[in-house]
């Protein structure tokens, strides 16, 4: 029976000959995964011998990963901002990127009054709503409503929302866009969304863990990608209070198009905040 640290190493030649970034990284991660153990764990027991079932687990997974299934998904976690959140194949990956939304959002209401209403549009997992509901405890009171097109997603946002103890305060609703939310019977302090926007057109050339495994519908709206970017900032205006904000992400390249789009009779353009790479990425409205 191989030790821990010998299987890793051979498991990680493995991972970078198949093109896998982070190889060492991603087969200690993996290993982790199979022993049901942290990675803390996996340094300080590196000698002790793996025993043939977790052997041949191990082996399952690091084809898996091999094949370009993503790391996440196989484990079937993902942290962000400090929280662990379920992800499966029916919902993206959470990104660090979004991490901006939750720091944007958290700054435009810490000068509310009230508890805030939240409105996430095509939450995934539910790591928007349920993070900013996290960090908001000086409003205990506050809810969101959590949309999605996808029925299965919003199962595993419910499955999130339960093991961070908030199921009670957030709604789900399956719905495109706004579709099944009647317009003036409930407004919201806040709408934010990390919608699909990557480009048709750029699809083939995206990373195989992301262009064969996450959810189409999730990744891209139209040939441009910012289909679904119109439809909400036509619509979001009557679901928001006066001087609700909207906040969404964007692409790299999509700052000056975004930035043409928006209707200045409806919305004032706070700011496009960009990310630690200096790339345009959080759009900051405020309605007019």
Known sequence: MPAIAEAILEAALELRHAGV????????????????????FVLAHADDAVDPEAAERFQEVVRLRMQGKPLQYI???QEFYGLEFEVGPDVLIPRPETELLIETALKLVDGMSGAPLICDV??????????????????????ATAIDVSAAALEVARRNAQRHSLNGRIEFVESD??????KGAEQFDLIVSNPPYVAETAIEGLQREVRDFEPRVALTSGADGLNVVRRLL???????????HFLFEIGFD???KVDALIDRRRWELLDIHPDLQGIPRIVALRKV
């Not at 036509?234 to 609700?244: C, D, R, S």
Request: glycine share 12%.
């Open 122 to 143: 095509g939450t995934g997992s539910g790591c928007i709503a349920i993070t900013l509901l996290h960090e908001l405890r000086q409003f205990p009171s506050s809810r």
């Open 177 to 182: 866009c706004f579709e099944q939310l009647r």
């Open 254 to 256: 999509q700052g000056e």
């Open 21 to 40: 970034p982070e190889a060492r990284r991603e087969a200690g991660s993996l290993m982790a995964h199979v022993l049901g153990r942290d990675r803390t």
């Open 75 to 77: 484990t079937g976690f």
């Open 234 to 244: 036509t619509e979001a205006v009557a679901f928001l209070k006066p001087q609700g």
